[in-house]
């Protein structure tokens, strides 16, 4: 509803300054209150169980999960992903394009959706050793080619990527999460381990670290009550 009206409101805003109509309707409807939806996190036991069965997968399954856990890409940016946006001497990935499927288009390459999200991104070295893993795998096949592709060679379609991943969930014995719970997680997990929030920021490609804070970071109960302790701490000191 929400979503309709700021189409409907952008449209009849139009028409109303250019003549073909003399008030705007749309802008005196009442919207219902909008509900915020359900934020899921892996916790940290599940996130070091997801990873712990990781690392008996072929490396490129690894690598496609490595990048949404600890690094927060977004699927369209790792299945737009080629061998020429890795830079294994530098050590670090650049995010610069993303993958859709359009109607009656198909796959698309497109720029990503806001110049913050256009990043580069230091890579940990575990996740660099599968890259290279996966390059030496690839022997000669052309750099400028997708990193992750089907089973008949062409681009990862986003539901069976979906697909995938609640097959790693339900593998780990872990209940079924939306797919972008993985980039929630990484970057709640950052915050967790005491990276500063300009850095979530830049490294999730967001404008702003009010934004990151905002929507991404959601602290756990444990780390919760680890702040209450520290508070009782220190009114009995």
């Given at each position: 509803?929400?979503?309709?009206?700021?189409?409907?409101?952008?449209?009849?805003?139009?028409?109303?300054?250019?003549?073909?109509?003399?008030?705007?309707?749309?802008?005196?409807?009442?919207?219902?209150?909008?509900?915020?939806?359900?934020?899921?996190?892996?916790?940290?036991?599940?996130?070091?169980?997801?990873?712990?069965?990781?690392?008996?997968?072929?490396?490129?399954?690894?690598?496609?999960?490595?990048?949404?856990?600890?690094?927060?890409?977004?699927?369209?940016?790792?299945?737009?992903?080629?061998?020429?946006?890795?830079?294994?001497?530098?050590?670090?990935?650049?995010?610069?394009?993303?993958?859709?499927r359009l109607p009656?288009?198909?796959?698309?390459?497109?720029?990503?959706?806001s110049v913050a999200?256009?990043?580069?991104?230091?890579l940990d070295k575990?996740?660099?050793?599968?890259?290279?893993?996966?390059?030496?795998?690839?022997?000669?096949?052309?750099?400028?080619?997708?990193?992750?592709?089907?089973?008949?060679?062409?681009?990862?379609?986003?539901?069976?990527?979906?697909?995938?991943?609640?097959?790693?969930?339900?593998?780990?014995?872990?209940?079924?999460?939306?797919?972008?719970?993985?980039?929630?997680?990484?970057?709640?997990?950052?915050?967790?381990?005491?990276?500063?929030?300009?850095?979530?920021?830049?490294?999730?490609?967001?404008?702003?670290?009010?934004?990151?804070?905002?929507?991404?970071?959601?602290?756990?109960?444990?780390?919760?009550?680890?702040?209450?302790?520290?508070?009782?701490?220190?009114?009995?000191?």
């Amino acid at each position: 509803i929400h979503r309709m009206h700021a189409m409907l409101r952008h449209s009849f805003t139009m028409a109303f300054r250019h003549g073909y109509l003399s008030t705007n309707s749309v802008s005196m409807v009442k919207l219902p209150k909008r509900e915020k939806a359900q934020v899921e996190t892996l916790s940290l036991d599940e996130l070091r169980l997801v990873l712990s069965h990781l690392e008996s997968s072929p490396p490129i399954v690894r690598l496609r999960w490595l990048l949404a856990l600890r690094l927060g890409l977004r699927q369209g940016e790792c299945l737009a992903l080629t061998m020429e946006d890795f830079d294994l001497g530098q050590g670090v990935v650049q995010i610069n394009k993303t993958l859709n499927r359009l109607p009656e288009l198909g796959f698309v390459l497109r720029s990503t959706k806001s110049v913050a999200s256009c990043r580069e991104i230091p890579l940990d070295k575990e996740t660099l050793d599968v890259v290279r893993s996966v390059a030496e795998s690839r022997g000669q096949r052309n750099a400028s080619t997708l990193v992750f592709t089907s089973a008949s060679g062409g681009p990862v379609d986003a539901k069976s990527d979906y697909l995938a991943w609640q097959t790693l969930l339900k593998s780990a014995s872990i209940e079924p999460k939306k797919l972008h719970s993985a980039r929630h997680t990484a970057a709640t997990m950052m915050v967790q381990f005491g990276v500063d929030i300009k850095s979530v920021q830049e490294l999730l490609g967001h404008s702003s670290p009010s934004f990151t804070m905002a929507t991404y970071v959601h602290p756990s109960k444990e780390h919760l009550r680890g702040a209450v302790e520290q508070l009782s701490a220190g009114l009995r000191a």
